[in-house]
């Protein structure tokens, strides 16, 4: 063992004369008083802090009186976390001691309840450390010791002393403190931007790891420490799979779901700065589909409108209907998706109508109109007839008569019945006479005719028919096309902006090292409010411009022709995650 000399006070008097007293690395510099308070304001709006401490109460069994005395607040430790949230430093305890002793003003320490003690960065520690703890205990539903690896039978036992009941309400404690955070800053938005949004969300997934050198160990033993993360696997063409062995991505971590504010019309430029509204937090592939739904729920008991939900295949594709689209459905969200393989072509129907990739179309629509996009993913006709195809296939798709009643149910009309007919049938009295070229002529009505057919006026679809895969906007047409990539590309952008290491970094777990997912759920949330304001600051600076109009229309309308040619071009210099520089021939 190594041991280091006596120091002598020659060495000591020349590190006072040439060191200065202040520390002089890492982020040492004073905080400004008008940052501290707008943070604190904002943690104040959340009421994070005011309604934890009342659940602290609500939690307290007092067995005696008396106990140590709270030097430090759930609010002032939560002002900390995100004061260096925002300056993109390492979410350590330890930082948040040297703010509180080193880099507040007289008037900022005040604010925060920290004047008067004299406390150093080591006399802050354990303090904050035990204000922070309390809180993570308050809302944690995953309780256990993390201090070292356990053996398989102590995480066991660990997992059985947690009660059902308990963690299920502290499960929804720590859903409401991560997305009120998140609320605090959609209020930030002026209400003229913000009811520019019409509740259009997209959600997504994306992987946090957990802290460690080498992820979790592969141990027949012990388990990793932290036991309550999981694997995340991707094959090198991004489909999950078990087997470590065909993985060409695996983290150890959890799955962060968010869902980011959309443009309703992706011709043109959003009013308002397109925030994340929600977050969820799981072990990787699991509980996704529950997450989703209680974020959605989430935004519409804040107050929020309903729109567009709009999710990949991760969704809607592997969701029970009954789990998640009905649910959205009746809170007055549309769905908008895509689909796998197997749930393309004829899948469901009603009183005769065949549902055809999410939308009910006449029984005798072609079958090659049927089967376009089943021929087009097999490459058997191109991206031109398909897309034709699906605009032929409008003609037969079944139009609402009216609006949804209370119950969901739809009236739904035959495309050869009313005065917008879009097909001319021989069932449809007078519905050969007419010679129109804009209706499409129905040869092979069905030979056994159901109420779709026989019905004069309007058939009755009921909520649940084919509720998992109906959606708002017919799938392949241009609309769904513009709409669903819109909104994917900005939740993909979203997901790479939180991931920037210059910034939030979410994917850097090397600065959020506070063990246990709650905590890490947490941490990961202040980061994300850190996204969001950044968002909200640029969205400042450019309304705030000293420019004209006419000079803010011709700015805006260079964007859009930039984003025109951008979505445009046929060739990309190197596919994405793929510039290496090619290895030349010898």
């Not at 021989?426 to 026989?454: R, S």
């Not at 969205?539 to 011709?554: G, I, V, W």
Request: hydrophobic share 35%; charged share 25%; with cysteine.
């Amino acid at each position: 063992m190594t041991t280091l000399a006596p120091a002598s006070s020659t060495v000591m008097d020349q590190l006072r004369k040439t060191l200065p007293k202040h520390g002089f690395t890492g982020n040492s510099s004073r905080i400004v008083h008008s940052q501290v308070e707008f943070i604190g304001k904002l943690i104040d709006d959340s009421n994070v802090a005011e309604q934890i401490d009342a659940w602290q109460a609500e939690d307290r069994v007092k067995t005696a009186p008396g106990g140590r005395r709270r030097i430090a607040s759930t609010r002032t430790v939560l002002v900390l976390l995100l004061l260096l949230s925002t300056e993109y430093s390492s979410l350590f305890v330890k930082e948040m001691a040297t703010i509180a002793s080193d880099r507040l003003s007289g008037k900022s320490l005040r604010l925060l309840d920290l004047w008067g003690t004299g406390r150093t960065a080591k006399g802050w520690y354990f303090p904050l450390w035990r204000a922070l703890h309390r809180a993570l205990n308050t809302i944690d539903p995953k309780p256990g010791a993390r201090g070292k690896f356990a053996t398989h039978a102590q995480v066991d036992e660990i997992l059985s002393l947690r009660e059902a009941a308990v963690s299920q309400r502290k499960q929804l404690r720590l859903d409401w403190v991560c997305n009120a955070l998140l609320e605090a800053t959609l209020q930030l938005v002026p209400e003229a931007a913000r009811d520019q949004w019409k509740g259009d969300l997209c959600v997504d997934a994306t992987v946090v790891p957990a802290y460690g050198k080498r992820g979790a160990p592969r141990s027949k033993t012990h388990a990793a420490i932290e036991f309550d993360a999981g694997w995340y696997r991707r094959t090198s063409s991004h489909k999950e799979t078990g087997d470590s062995s065909k993985a060409a991505k695996s983290v150890f971590g959890w799955d962060l779901t968010i869902a980011v504010q959309t443009n309703h019309d992706p011709k043109t430029l959003p009013g308002f700065p397109l925030l994340i509204a929600g977050i969820g937090f799981n072990i990787p592939g699991t509980a996704l589909i529950h997450t989703a739904r209680h974020i959605f729920e989430s935004v519409t008991e804040r107050g929020h409108p309903a729109g567009r939900a709009t999710g990949d295949r991760g969704y809607y594709a592997l969701a029970k209907s009954e789990d998640l689209q009905m649910p959205l459905r009746k809170l007055g969200y549309t769905v908008v998706t895509d689909y796998r393989d197997d749930q393309l072509g004829v899948k469901d129907g009603f009183a005769g109508s065949i549902q055809v990739e999410g939308a009910l179309y006449c029984p005798s629509m072609p079958e090659g109109l049927v089967n376009a996009t089943v021929l087009y993913r097999a490459k058997e006709i191109d991206a031109t007839t398909w897309r034709k195809r699906i605009v032929e296939r409008r003609q037969y798709m079944l139009r609402p008569k009216e609006k949804p009643d209370s119950k969901g149910r739809v009236p739904m009309m035959c495309p050869a019945r009313g005065p917008g007919a879009t097909v001319s049938c021989p069932l449809v009295d007078n519905g050969c006479t007419k010679v129109d070229d804009a209706l499409t002529t129905i040869y092979n009505p069905p030979v056994k005719q159901d109420k779709i057919c026989t019905n004069a006026t309007s058939v009755t679809i009921p909520f649940a028919v084919g509720a998992k895969l109906a959606q708002h906007y017919q799938y392949g047409s241009n609309e769904w096309q513009e709409i669903y990539s819109h909104d994917r590309n900005t939740i993909e952008g979203a997901n790479g902006f939180l991931k920037d290491s210059s910034h939030e970094a979410i994917g850097d777990s090397s600065r959020r090292r506070i063990r246990g997912s709650t905590a890490q759920y947490l941490l990961v949330s202040f980061l994300i409010v850190a996204g969001n304001l950044r968002k909200l600051q640029k969205f400042r600076d450019e309304m705030l411009k000293p420019e004209s109009d006419a000079e803010r229309a011709d700015r805006q309308a260079r964007k859009l022709e930039i984003r025109r040619k951008r979505k445009n071009r046929k060739k990309r210099v190197a596919a994405w995650d793929d510039f290496q520089t090619p290895i030349a021939k010898t």
